[in-house]
């Protein structure tokens, strides 16, 4: 299999493997319901390392949009590796040698250790899609073959991000980005799930051959391809063959209607039929300024999506994503946001109800608000989990998101709350420091961390009774005598205290005097503290 090279490649390699274990410290939490929304600021090479112990192997869908690399540095989020909190990573783990880098170079080094934890954060049957365009695409996919493996490639999607492309190009004009697809085990995935695909001649809402009928559809369960906010006037509209009538007004407005749609026309269907199929999760989608309605039903088995997203599959550009944002904040506060549609339409590939879906550069939090919007339209109950280094994670990233769950826009602009909640957190203090634990974090956040080295899997809700037992993994019963106040020491007593029998015991203690013989005799394992807590 062909590799890439570059300089600086052997210092990050296993770089993960060296990036400390920070607390993840909660700063407040937003909105009503469950909890399990993060929203992080900090480095995303320390945070992911943090998500580890909770989320390895449980993330089904990852969505990332990391810096294209473009050298253009007038952006709110720098679309380079030049910023000055890259630029001490890469002195740290490189050395000198990163005066000689490149900007590819340089990518590559960012980008190598991030990959390889989002791919341990990926469930067996999950996916990543991996935003990017011209600059790295070639880079990216020798890399992610690397990381991944060839064998988990899925595909190549082109998304088609505009449709009024710059002139400033003499050889071409840019209509495209391109979506990299890897799964962590390509033969896990279940089949990709596209759009319903419905023949408008078939289309039993309509039919040319029925009598007319009024009905009306519900401003919160239609939707349209068109892409420009406009005013319908009462009037006709439709098709020569079929012919539907406006009865009222309707604006249109960042995507969404803001009045009810009434339509007389020759309707197969009663009120009643169609208030039954939207009460199902139906969606009625009005295609272009025709008003000639179709409908996409939840229970049908939809086609295996296109290689090309465009308008075709419901999907906006680039242009849509800056007015949405535009209309959230009241002001222009972001270049070039991803419109929600888009990554509402990749998480629905492979992604149920319950999923969690994380975004590690999450820049105006456009991930969370497709997560919210899928919430909303079908009741379920995905999570996501957004990842910021930027100083904008709280007041752009965050303040989305806020508007996104409460509603935003006032008047006839004003667009109705997804509801929600979320969890701000910060990258706290290393839990080891010095090689020592570190006497400020958490004993709960211990025990998860040493849990995880020992098992990989999270720490279990519950434990047998005992104050230092951990949990019990493929017949070992880990157990954590810690007191940071004083000395603890594995003893008779302690062992005596232990009621539940376990094929074979594993204690963590600051000293031990117990014989080696009885240890042995009885499938103990020492292990000092902190000698021997592992990093990982």
């Not at 929304?37 to 390895?56: F, Q, R, T, V």
């Not at 303040?399 to 706290?428: D, Q």
């Not at 042995?520 to 902190?530: E, G, L, R, V």
């Amino acid at each position: 299999m062909p590799s890439l090279t570059w300089i600086g490649k052997d210092a990050v390699l296993n770089h993960h493997l060296d990036v400390p274990y920070r607390v993840l410290e909660k700063k407040y939490d937003f909105g009503d319901g469950e909890p399990g929304n993060k929203i992080i600021h900090g480095d995303n090479l320390e945070a992911l390392k943090s998500l580890l112990p909770e989320y390895e192997g449980r993330v089904k869908c990852i969505y990332i949009d990391p810096p294209y690399n473009t050298g253009n540095e007038n952006w709110v989020y720098n679309d380079n590796v030049n910023s000055p909190k890259i630029k001490k990573w890469l002195g740290q783990v490189v050395g000198k040698e990163s005066e000689d880098l490149t900007r590819h170079d340089k990518w590559l080094c960012m980008m190598y250790p991030r990959l390889k934890l989002l791919q341990k954060l990926l469930s067996n049957d999950g996916a990543i899609f991996i935003s990017i365009d011209d600059n790295e695409q070639a880079n990216l996919k020798l890399v992610c073959d690397e990381i991944f493996g060839a064998g988990n490639f899925v595909e190549i999607f082109s998304w088609r991000k505009t449709y009024t492309p710059s002139n400033l190009s003499h050889t071409s004009k840019k209509c495209v980005e391109y979506i990299f697809c890897y799964a962590k085990r390509k033969s896990n995935l279940t089949r990709f799930r596209g759009l319903l695909k419905t023949n408008e001649a078939d289309n039993p809402l309509l039919k040319s051959n029925n009598q007319y009928k009024t009905l009306l559809f519900p401003r919160d369960k239609i939707e349209s391809t068109l892409k420009e906010d406009c005013l319908f006037a009462a009037g006709d509209y439709g098709t020569k063959v079929n012919v539907v009538r406006l009865k009222k007004d309707v604006e249109f407005r960042n995507g969404h209607f803001l009045q009810d749609v009434e339509l007389e026309g020759k309707f197969i269907w009663t009120q009643e039929m169609l208030d039954s199929e939207l009460a199902k999760n139906t969606r009625i989608i009005f295609k272009g300024k025709s008003f000639a309605p179709r409908y996409d039903r939840t229970e049908y088995n939809p086609e295996v999506p296109r290689n090309l997203i465009d308008d075709e599959d419901f999907v906006g550009t680039t242009e849509e994503g800056g007015k949405i944002l535009q209309a959230i904040f009241g002001e222009k506060v972001f270049d070039y946001p991803k419109v929600p549609s888009l990554i509402e339409y990749l998480i629905n590939f492979l992604c149920d109800k319950s999923s969690i879906i994380l975004d590690s550069f999450a820049g105006s939090g456009t991930t969370a608000h497709a997560v919210l919007n899928l919430n909303k339209q079908d009741g379920g109950n995905r999570k996501f989990i957004l990842v910021e280094m930027e100083d904008y994670a709280e007041t752009i990233t965050a303040e989305r998101v806020r508007r996104v769950i409460g509603g935003y826009g006032e008047g006839k602009n004003a667009v109705e709350g997804t509801g929600g909640s979320f969890s701000y957190y910060e990258l706290g203090p290393e839990l080891l420091k010095d090689g020592f634990i570190n006497e400020d974090v958490p004993e709960q956040t211990i025990r998860e961390y040493l849990y995880y080295t020992e098992t990989n899997h999270a720490l279990p809700r519950s434990n047998n009774g005992h104050p230092a037992h951990l949990g019990n993994f493929e017949g070992v019963a880990y157990y954590f005598l810690y007191n940071k106040d004083e000395t603890t020491t594995l003893d008779a007593t302690f062992l005596a205290s232990i009621s539940e029998k376990a094929d074979r015991y594993v204690i963590y203690a600051d000293n031990c005097i117990m014989p080696q013989k009885f240890l042995f005799d009885h499938d103990i394992t020492f292990k000092k503290i902190p000698r021997d807590i592992r990093r990982f």
